[in-house]
């Protein structure tokens, strides 16, 4: 990994961390400073009104993944997950928030719904 590339991970891992303890407050700014920046991303995980559809309140996550960036939102009621992945946290919050604008935000099953998803195969497999 070059220099480069290992200080723009130490600046991804401040970040991150800073985002971690500003998410631990349980007041009234949590996520204030996305209202203008990231209005639809603010909304996923709070729930609410995206246009006309209204979304249930979705869990974000952020994690790297060797030199990239994974995010995840993630709605556990409906088993869907959405991923996204960058090298720079910047162009993934702008390209989610896109996704959300335009509604062509990739849902797809999550891991439990792909589980059920196979397991039904296999017993339809099974059974003829």
């Not at 290992?6 to 204030?32: M, W, Y």
């Not at 996550?61 to 946290?89: C, N, P, W």
Request: aromatic share 8%; glycine share 4%.
């Amino acid at each position: 990994m070059s220099d480069e590339q290992n200080g723009q991970l130490e600046h991804v891992s401040k970040i991150l961390d800073r985002a971690r303890k500003a998410l631990e407050r349980s007041d009234d700014t949590l996520l204030r400073d996305w209202s203008q920046d990231f209005p639809g991303l603010r909304q996923l995980i709070l729930g609410g009104m995206i246009g006309e559809v209204k979304y249930a309140a979705c869990r974000l996550t952020i994690e790297r993944d060797g030199h990239q960036i994974r995010m995840v939102v993630s709605q556990k009621s409906y088993e869907l997950e959405a991923v996204f992945r960058d090298e720079s946290v910047q162009n993934l919050l702008e390209f989610a928030e896109a996704c959300i604008q335009t509604d062509t935000v990739p849902w797809q099953y999550d891991w439990i719904a792909n589980k059920r998803d196979r397991e039904r195969i296999a017993k339809t497999v099974r059974e003829s």
